[in-house]
C-alpha cells in the first residue's frame, strides 16, 4: 500500500508541472493614450460616416466602464453606406496562455435613441489572415447606461474554440441604412470563459499609499482568490467623492496614480472586481499627499519603481526576473537576471529593503541557479522556474546553453559575491556558492575548435553548434569575453579579445557590415566623426544604447582600455552621438528633442527592434532606458529626459515598475509592459553615476583583476 501511494504521489509530481498563468484573452479595457486608439481603424463610404482621427477611434476619458477610458462610436448609417470600426489585440511578448473562449464579452452604452431597428450594429471577429467570422448582430439594449453584451462563442457560426489565439480583433460595422446618426460607446472587450463569474469574498484592503512629485503609489495586500479579475482603484480629493480612476491587473497589488499635482491631499480606497464586473466592497480609505521633489529624490525614486520589478516582480520559485511584464510568469530570463541582481544590490544599499531581506533573496536565488539545467556550466536564454528546465521561447533550436546571457548572469553574480562581504557564515557561505556557480561556467567550451578565434553564443546536446553565431564587437557582448578570460577555471587566452570580438579579417568586416549596413566600422574600429563626435569604436554611428550598458553594468568601461580607445570614453561618446541625431531628428518625429532621446532596443508599436540613430534603424519610439541609463556618460542630459519623462509623459509613460519600455508620439502609442533588460539598468548606471557602487564592487574581484592583466599584456604584444 505505501509503495503504491508512494508511485501514485511520484506520477503526481510529474503531472503537476506548475500551470502558466492563464490571462483573459482580451481586446481592449483602456488606452494608455489619450485622443485616438492606436490599436484601431476605421473606414466609411458612401453616405455613411465614422468619427475617427486619423482613421483610428477616438477615445472617451469621462465616460467608460472601467477607469480611465472606452472607445467612442459615432457613426451614421447612410444609404447605400457603409462605416466600419476594427479593434485589434495588443500582442505582448510572452503573453501566450490563455483562459478559454467560452463567451464574447464587452461593455456598451449607447447614448441615442435607436428607433425601432433590431439589427443595431453588425459584430465579426477577424482571424490572423485577414479574414472575419461569420457577423452576429448586437441589438441596443438600455439607453444611457452601460451593460454587458455577452456572446456565447459557439453561437459565432464558424468559431473555432480551440483556435480563438487566431483571432487578432473584433469589427463593428453598420447594419442598417436607417440614415440615423449614433453615439456608442464600447469598453472591457474580451473572451470570458464563464458567464457567471463567482462573488468576491476577499476583503479589499490598501496597506500602503506613499505620494511623489506627481503621483501616488497604491499598494494593497495580495489577495488570495483567483476569481478577481481587476482591481479598481478609486480616488477622492475630498475625502468624501470617490471617483474611479484606474483599474490592475490582479497579479500587480499596486498601481501608481499620476495626478499631476504636487503637494495635494488625497484619499484612495480599492475594490475587487470579478468577470462579470460585479464588484466587491469598497476597502478603507487611505490618505495620501504629493510632493515636491529634489532632483536627488527623483533619482531614488526611479530606481525604486525599476528595482520592484526585479523584488516584486520575480518569479516565485528563483527570484529571478521575467522576460517582460506583463507576460509569462513562470518564465526567468537569464541576463534580465544578472541585471536585476545589481538591481537588488543597489536597492539594499538604497534600504529599499534591508540586508536580512537581501540575503534571503540570494538564497532562494542561488538555491535555483544550484539546481537549474545547466550545459558545460552555462545557463541557457530562459528557464522554467518551477522545473529550472531550459525554455525555448525563442525557437527550437536555442533550447541549451546561451553564452551571452550566462555572462550577464555572471557579472550580476560577480558583484554579488563583492557585496556580500560579512564575515557571518550566511554571507561566506553566499560567496562559496556563487564562487561555485562562477568556476563551473566552461566559457573555454564556447570556442567551439581547440584553436578558434571566436566565442560562439550557442550549443546544446541536441542541437550542437547548429546555430553557429560567432560573437563580434562591436555589439553587447564584450562582457561575455572579459569575463571568459577572467575564469579562474575555464578561461579562453587574452589573445582571443583581439582575434574574436575585435576581430579584423573577413569574417569580422562582414559581421559588422550585414548589421550595420555601412562599412563604418566594419573594421572594429571606426575613426569617423558624427554630428561633431568622433567614434574610434562601433559599428555605424555606435548602435543602440543598449551597447553601452548590458556589459558596463558592473563591468567600469573606464578601466577597459584596448588597443583602439578607453571604454567609458566611447560609450560617452556614443551616448552623445544618439543625443545628437534625435535633437536633429531627420526623420521628424513627434517628440523626440534634446530632452527625449536615446535610441535603443525595445517594444514598439509594431514590433519589438533595437533602433539606432540611423535613419533606417530609427522607428520613431523612444525608450526611458536609453537615456536614463546613460547617466554616468552623459547626466546632463540623462537628467533633462528623466524630468521630461516624468512630468511630461508620466501620465501615460509611468506606471508600477517606473517607466514604461517604450512611446512613440507620432503613432500615439505607449508600450504596455515593462523589460526585464530595460528596468535594471536604469537602477544600475543611476547607481554607478550616483556612488559607482555596483563598479566598485564588480572591479574588486579578484577574477576580473587578473583578466584585466592579461588584457592588458595582450594589449601591449
Ligand atoms: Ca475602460
Redesign the pocket.
Same mark, same amino acid.
Given at each position: 500500500m505505501r509503495v503504491f501511494s508512494f508511485i501514485c504521489l511520484l506520477l503526481i509530481s510529474f503531472q503537476l508541472k506548475a500551470q502558466e498563468y492563464a490571462y483573459p484573452y482580451s481586446f #481592449?479595457? *483602456?488606452s494608455l493614450m489619450q485622443g485616438h486608439y492606436f490599436f484601431s481603424q476605421t473606414s466609411a463610404s458612401g453616405g455613411s460616416f465614422i468619427q475617427h482621427i486619423s482613421n483610428k477611434l477616438p477615445v472617451a476619458d469621462s465616460l #467608460?466602464?472601467?477607469?480611465? *477610458?472606452?472607445l467612442q462610436l459615432h457613426y451614421k448609417n447612410g444609404k447605400g453606406g457603409k462605416w466600419q470600426a476594427n479593434i485589434y489585440r495588443q500582442q505582448k511578448r510572452g503573453v501566450d496562455n490563455f483562459q478559454k473562449a467560452k463567451y464574447l464579452s464587452f461593455w456598451m452604452y449607447v447614448s441615442t435613441p435607436r428607433g425601432d431597428n433590431i439589427d443595431f450594429l453588425q459584430l465579426r471577429l477577424i482571424k490572423a489572415d485577414s479574414s472575419f467570422s461569420e457577423s452576429v448582430s448586437i441589438n441596443a439594449a438600455k439607453l444611457n447606461e452601460w451593460y454587458q453584451v455577452l456572446i456565447p462563442t459557439g453561437a459565432i457560426y464558424n468559431f473555432n474554440p480551440d483556435s480563438f489565439e487566431s483571432i487578432i480583433g473584433i469589427s463593428l460595422a453598420q447594419s442598417n441604412e436607417d440614415g440615423k446618426e449614433y453615439v456608442v460607446y464600447v +469598453? +472591457?472587450i474580451e473572451f470570458l470563459a464563464t458567464e457567471n463569474s463567482p462573488a468576491m469574498l476577499d476583503k479589499a484592503v490598501i496597506a500602503s499609499a506613499t505620494g511623489y512629485a506627481l503621483h501616488n503609489d497604491i499598494v494593497w495586500n495580495k489577495p488570495d482568490n483567483n476569481n478577481i479579475h481587476l482591481v479598481k482603484i478609486y480616488r477622492s480629493e475630498n475625502g468624501k467623492d470617490f471617483l474611479p480612476v484606474g483599474?490592475q491587473q490582479p497579479f500587480i497589488n499596486r498601481y501608481a496614480d499620476f495626478t499631476g499635482e504636487t503637494n495635494k491631499q488625497y484619499s484612495y480606497k480599492i475594490s475587487f472586481l470579478n468577470s462579470s464586473y460585479k464588484e466587491s466592497a469598497l476597502s478603507p480609505a487611505i490618505q495620501v499627499a504629493t510632493r515636491s521633489m529634489t532632483d536627488d529624490e527623483l533619482l531614488t525614486m526611479v530606481q525604486e519603481a525599476a528595482f520592484r520589478y526585479y523584488w516584486e516582480g520575480a518569479e516565485t520559485n528563483s527570484g529571478l526576473a521575467k522576460e517582460n511584464i506583463p507576460g509569462r510568469h513562470n518564465m526567468i530570463a537569464s541576463g534580465a537576471s544578472g541585471f536585476g541582481i545589481m538591481a537588488l544590490i543597489a536597492g539594499t544599499e538604497r534600504k529599499f529593503i534591508t540586508r536580512q531581506q537581501s540575503i534571503e533573496r540570494f538564497e532562494k536565488i542561488v538555491h535555483f541557479l544550484e539546481r537549474a539545467k545547466t550545459f558545460h556550466g552555462a545557463y541557457p536564454h530562459f528557464m522554467d522556474g518551477p522545473t529550472g528546465n531550459a525554455e525555448p521561447f525563442f525557437g527550437k533550436r536555442d533550447n541549451g546553453a546561451d553564452l551571452v546571457e550566462t555572462s550577464f548572469l555572471m557579472q550580476g553574480l560577480l558583484a554579488a559575491r563583492q557585496y556580500f562581504s560579512g564575515n557571518n557564515d550566511q554571507e561566506k557561505r553566499m560567496r562559496e556558492r556563487i564562487t561555485a556557480i562562477w568556476e563551473k561556467v566552461e566559457w573555454d567550451w564556447f570556442k567551439q575548435h581547440p584553436d578558434s578565434k571566436f566565442l560562439y553564443w550557442h550549443w546544446s546536446p541536441d542541437q550542437a553548434w547548429t546555430i553557429n553565431h560567432n560573437l563580434i564587437g562591436w555589439n553587447e557582448t564584450m562582457v561575455t569575453y572579459l569575463l571568459a578570460i577572467a575564469s579562474p577555471t575555464h578561461s579562453i587566452p587574452a589573445s582571443m579579445y583581439y582575434s574574436g570580438w575585435a576581430n579584423q579579417d573577413s569574417t569580422g568586416q562582414k559581421y559588422r557590415s550585414a548589421w550595420g549596413q555601412t562599412r563604418d566600422g566594419s573594421m572594429y574600429k571606426n575613426g569617423n566623426t558624427y554630428f561633431g563626435i568622433k567614434l574610434d569604436v562601433g559599428v555605424s554611428n555606435g548602435g543602440p544604447l543598449f551597447f553601452t550598458h548590458y556589459s558596463y553594468l558592473g563591468y567600469d568601461p573606464k578601466a577597459i582600455t584596448d588597443r583602439y580607445t578607453n571604454y567609458f570614453t566611447n560609450n560617452q561618446n556614443i551616448a552623445k552621438i544618439n543625443h545628437a541625431y534625435c535633437v536633429l531628428n531627420p526623420k521628424k518625429y513627434l517628440g523626440y528633442g534634446d530632452s527625449a532621446w536615446g535610441l535603443t532596443a525595445s517594444d514598439g508599436p509594431f514590433d519589438y527592434s533595437a533602433d539606432e540613430p540611423v535613419e533606417w534603424q530609427d522607428h520613431g519610439k523612444i525608450a526611458p532606458t536609453g537615456a536614463i541609463s546613460s547617466f554616468p556618460y552623459t547626466p546632463v542630459e540623462s537628467m533633462k529626459a528623466l524630468k521630461h519623462y516624468y512630468y511630461r509623459y508620466g501620465k501615460f509613460l509611468w506606471g508600477e515598475f517606473g517607466f514604461r519600455d517604450a512611446f512613440d508620439l507620432t503613432n500615439n502609442w505607449c508600450s504596455e509592459i515593462y523589460m526585464g533588460l530595460n528596468q535594471a539598468p536604469m537602477t544600475v548606471m543611476i547607481e554607478n553615476y550616483r556612488t559607482g557602487l555596483l563598479w566598485n564592487l564588480f572591479m574588486r574581484n579578484e577574477d576580473i583583476q587578473q583578466g584585466l592583466l592579461k588584457l592588458e599584456a595582450e594589449k601591449n604584444k
Open positions: #481592449f479595457y *483602456n #467608460f466602464h472601467t477607469p480611465g *477610458n472606452a +469598453d +472591457d483599474i
